[in-house]
């Protein structure tokens, strides 16, 4: 068989699609399963819940976020491109004055960073925001 170099660089541009989807599907599915196992299936509805993170982080080894639901029982932070997307859960007690809490997390790169809160009725509210990184904090 005699591949021409435009045949060459079809095949090469096709293969390169290929493995750039397949990983954003993977890290799809387990952001979807770690989400499904903290609303025990239950759909999130938007809006509700006040994520403050930065646009722009220079280093994903620290990258400060802080999360607000008013009436909130329990808060969880997932990072959709990390390998391990659930990052950090945050449970208020009916003593709780505010159910606001902020941390620093770590980021592979550049990824939506995604906020569920479950009210207090068992209903979920959730927020996602965009964080671009320029240096990853994963080993990236």
């Given at each position: 068989m005699n591949l021409t170099r435009r045949q060459a660089l079809i095949t090469a541009m096709s293969a390169a699609a290929v493995a750039g989807v397949l990983p954003r599907s993977a890290m799809a599915t387990?952001?979807?399963?770690?989400?499904?196992?903290?609303?025990?299936?239950?759909e999130a509805?938007?809006?509700?819940?006040?994520?403050?993170?930065?646009?722009?982080?220079?280093?994903g080894n620290t990258v400060p976020v802080e999360v607000e639901a008013e009436g909130a029982t329990r808060i969880t932070i997932f990072a959709a491109g990390n390998p391990s997307p659930g990052v950090?859960?945050?449970?208020?007690?009916?003593?709780?004055?505010?159910?606001?809490a902020s941390t620093r997390i770590r980021l592979a790169g550049t990824q939506d960073v995604v906020a569920v809160?479950?009210?207090?009725?068992?209903?979920?509210q959730m927020v996602a925001q965009e964080v671009k990184v320029t240096i990853g904090g994963c080993g990236g």
């Open positions: 387990a952001l979807d399963d770690a989400m499904a196992a903290f609303t025990g299936g239950a509805a938007e809006g509700g819940v006040i994520l403050t993170a930065p646009e722009i982080a220079e280093n950090v859960t945050f449970a208020f007690g009916p003593l709780a004055a505010v159910s606001r809160a479950e009210m207090a009725d068992g209903s979920y």
